[in-house]
């Protein structure tokens, strides 16, 4: 009789879980080294940004039960979910909280990476896949920023998509992409909606899982340098386990107390009318942006000066010519692109403070 299973024309399972080769189990390293592990060599920053994307789509899941995702009713839906729905504060703030932490987790995150020199070959195609996140996460935070349609959100919204319409060739359809109809209005309000939780969502979620997983296929995360003649000692999955439940515990605390004593902002209802009427700060991730727009017409401010930021990020592995090599903090010899992701942080920080301080 014929035998399955032995004829070479049949295609392969698809394996979820199959020990060394399935996509699940390399998901989670089942040890990694010592030194790797070391709390001051990752400040376990990739694992806090998980984390709190996790917090932050499982507490916006909630919030969908009650936001109403239209120009009149988005506001009076988020009063009523901050003063009327049992524990709506707080999950608002929360969700709140947990996005902006995955802002600066992510932000100290590529630092770390920077300074330890994890982009290196073979991580080098992760480093791109992260700067993908990068954006997303920004795109995504401020897309839920908008969802506010308070009196700054709205601003924002106006900005943003006009920035839309900067963009040469492709400004037109990327606008109506986003905004659903030739000018401002109440489709605007879905679009956004949709984006946030479905769009963004998917690409963020997505993203993140195939750049942990990438993360293993690449060998772990990058070992620093071993002391000369010490034998390399490993970290089993369940102390490593342990740790991370331990570190994921502590962060979700301080997300819980911020949330708790500090409920998310929410200003007076939108009026497309007035919108830029009055002076407004944009969201904090971006307010170099914001003074850029000042300076500048928005086709430089708004898109030329942010993507050759971009560039820079991008261009850092090859400024970095020496290959793979141990991770190690602050190397001399990788002082190029330090230097060049510290100017790029300065410039950005710098930036944001002025806007802020002259608001
Ligand atoms: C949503 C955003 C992100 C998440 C959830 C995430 C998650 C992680 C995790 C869990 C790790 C391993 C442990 C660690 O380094 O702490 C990691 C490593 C890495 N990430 Fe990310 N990351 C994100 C964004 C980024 C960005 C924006 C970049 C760069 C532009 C980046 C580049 C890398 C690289 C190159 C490694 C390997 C570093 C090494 O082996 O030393 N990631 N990431």
Request: hydrophobic content about 50%.
């Amino acid at each position: 009789m014929f035998d399955m299973s032995k004829n070479p024309q049949r295609p392969r399972k698809v394996r979820l879980w199959r020990k060394n080769k399935s996509f699940i189990y390399n998901l989670h390293p089942p040890q990694i080294p010592a030194s790797s592990a070391r709390l001051t060599y990752t400040f376990g920053l990739g694992g806090i940004a998980v984390l709190t994307a996790l917090i932050a789509v499982l507490t916006g899941a909630l919030l969908m039960f009650y936001y109403e995702p239209t120009m009149q009713d988005a506001h009076a839906s988020l009063v009523l979910i901050d003063s009327v729905v049992h524990l709506g504060r707080f999950t608002r703030a929360l969700h709140y909280w947990s996005a902006q932490g995955m802002v600066v987790a992510v932000a100290l995150h590529i630092a770390r990476v920077v300074f330890s020199g994890g982009y290196r070959p073979p991580r080098d195609f992760n480093w791109f896949v992260g700067l993908g996140l990068l954006v997303v996460t920004l795109v995504w935070d401020f897309s839920g920023y908008v969802l506010r349609f308070d009196a700054s959100s709205i601003w924002a919204l106006l900005v943003g998509t006009n920035l839309l319409k900067e963009l040469p060739g492709a400004g037109h359809t990327l606008y109506l992409l986003v905004v659903g109809d030739q000018t401002l209005g109440p489709s605007a309000a879905l679009r956004f909606y949709a984006w946030h939780v479905f769009g963004l969502t998917l690409l963020g979620v997505g993203g993140i899982i195939y750049h942990v997983w990438r993360i293993r296929v690449d060998g772990g995360i990058s070992c620093p340098e071993r002391t000369p003649g010490r034998p390399r000692r490993f970290v089993p999955r369940e102390t490593l386990f342990f740790r991370e439940v331990i570190a994921a515990l502590l962060v979700t605390s301080g997300l819980v107390l911020l949330s708790v004593f500090a409920p998310p902002p929410l200003g007076p209802p939108a009026d497309l009318n007035r919108a830029g009427s009055e002076p407004v700060l944009a969201p904090w991730f971006f307010l170099a942006i914001q003074r850029l727009l000042r300076h500048l017409p928005p086709l430089w401010g708004g898109w030329i000066v942010p993507l050759a930021g971009l560039a820079l990020l991008a261009a850092l592995p090859l400024l970095d010519r020496r290959g793979p090599g141990r991770g190690r903090w602050f190397a001399r010899e990788r002082w190029k692109p330090q230097v060049a992701f510290g100017g790029l942080l300065l410039l950005v920080i710098v930036l944001s403070l002025i806007e802020w301080l002259g608001s």
